[in-house]
């Protein structure tokens, strides 16, 4: 039987607007022109649908814009068929219906949408090639988890909406939280609450656009407050039970993640809530150590295949992250295994080893690699961290990561992990003696020059109980530095000869030795032994490349910055001030990139640069204030950025060093430095 009638399209009613999505629309539009087909992916709720739809749309075919809804298609022997009712085509019992359909669509210019093929993979692929091949003129858009696997495809992955960062204070500018905000006012919401709070909210909800409907719906009964405090997952955060997914693909965001989940083989379910001990992304190569075992010995394969289904996602660096939903799905079907345990364990031991060995190769070519990867792997190592910080595992790892805390300017979080650390693990190691110095200098980083004295005296004890010289001498170096803060010089030159001497006992004093000359030469240049503070530092510098150092090295370029300035050498401590900020910088060593900075204005101040030297001011002081007390909150060793503000002030008036110290303060160093 024939058609007796021709519709022209039958797109679904539009239910609200499209937020955002802009980019996409206009790329979808292009690729639906040019190519015989394209595949929407990406994971549940993320809105592929709706995109096509809205593609869908916007395009123009004489023969119309076609949606088949393949969601409640169970058997991919009747998909023809079920498409065919939708297009409203005739069948034939005497011949297969996709070449019937076939036949039927060759002289057709059309746009047939496939949406929601994951569960019917090789039947829309079977029933795509068929069309295609006799309908030039006939456009198939799809949309999935993962490709139809078509050599001429053209796959288009659909991502979450873009949210703010913490901390933004422009959050209603993310298509995210326009969203929230836009849904939450059609339901009736009066007071929508903050952006801040609507941010939070679609952090949380890794901007998924499926998962921020059911949030605009939960604002009906709390607030954006309210609802952005509400402890556990995204899901308890909506209000869902923890549970398997129940019926009905979109009737919660469970139950669209559930979905995904029922698609899955058992090695992919299996790899899926292993994965989810990964709090943020990760590199494949930690994924198998830290996954693979006797029961998935090849999690290669799966992890292609999660990826290939929109359940994780690669980032432009090449590594993976679980969208938040299916890792905190993921983490309940982990814990119903009885693995959550093992798999924390796992995590532990794979990101300790690396931090060992971070630790141990610190002062050495690969400083930068392994100060890149504590910045990339900062989520992970937090997640091991508060895992076992109450135990003796917890203090290991805060004291392996010492140089994370330090010298790649995560001091806040040092800080707070050190002392809880300590907190919980009193009993006497070389842990412990570690991370008593490490506590120490954190603690002058931030100003708290009470707590160095304490923390850097116990270091002290607990060093020489165990004979260890070493430790030792860096709880005498930071004592040191702490009188030198204190510009009680006599006290600083004798506790950094006696740190000289315990570092020269050790067989190899590594980077301890290298740090303590630097301070020795400032102190040899606060009292204007100039001669002597150079001789030290070429020794150093000498060391540095010997080694490769970096972090040590760009301290000795401050220090004989300060030297320079005091001789009257302009050129030659500019140079050094900018070889030290811009290693600083590059590790993010919080604390020295703020001496560099005051270092620069000093400079410029002596260069009879007053504006540049106000804006600099201004960037060193929002650097300070990002970790603790500026200059350590010393009188003393404050007294030279007290100096240049006074030169400056003096030499552009009160109004323009103002104006240009606020203009510093919007900016970090990179931009203030020219």
Known sequence: MMETTRRVGNLPTEIGGLIGRSAELAELGRLIRDTSLVTLTGPAGVGKTRLAVEAGRMAEFPDGVWFADLSGERDGHLLAHGVSATLGLGEQAARPQHEVLAELLADRRM????????????????????????????????????????????????????????????????????????????????EIGSWRS???????????????????????????EQLAERPGDGFAMLGEIAGPAAAGRHRTLRTAVGWSHELCTPEERLLWARLSVFPGTFDIGSAIDVCADARLEDAARPLTRLIDASVLTRTKAGRCRLYAPHREYGAWWLRELGEEEDLRRRHYRHFREAADRADAEWASPAQLDWADWAHREFPNLRAAIEHTITGQDGLDLVAALWFLWFCAGRINEGRRYLEKALACNRRPSPARTRALWVSAWVALAQGDLQTVAERSLEALESAAAQGDEAGAGAAVHVAAVLALVRDDL??????????????GRVPDPGIGLAMAQTTYAMILGRRGDHERAEQVLRSHRAWCERNGEIWSRSYGDYTRSLIELGRGRLDAAEEHVHAALAAKWRLGDAMGSALAVDQLAAVAAARGEGERSARLLGAGQRVWSGFGRPQFGSRAFGAPRRTTETQVRTMIGDVRYEAAFTRGTGMDPGGVID
């Open 490 to 503: 006599d006290l600083a030159d004798r506790r950094m000869r006696e740190s000289i001497e315990l570092f």
């Open 111 to 190: 746009l047939l949408i496939l949406d929601t093929c994951d569960h019917l993979i090789a039947a829309c692929r079977t029933l795509a090639e068929r069309v295609l091949a006799v309908a030039p003129e006939v456009r198939i858009l799809a949309t999935g988890r993962r490709p139809l696997g078509l050599p001429y495809e053209r796959v288009y992955r659909v991502e979450p909406l873009a949210v703010p960062p913490a901390g933004d204070e422009h959050a209603d500018r993310y298509d995210a939280v326009r969203l929230l905000a836009v849904r939450a006012e059609a339901l009736g919401v009066g």
């Open 198 to 224: 609507l941010g939070r909210i679609c952090r949380r909800l890794d901007g998924l656009p499926l998962a921020i409907e059911f949030a605009a719906r939960r604002l009906r009964v709390l607030s954006a």
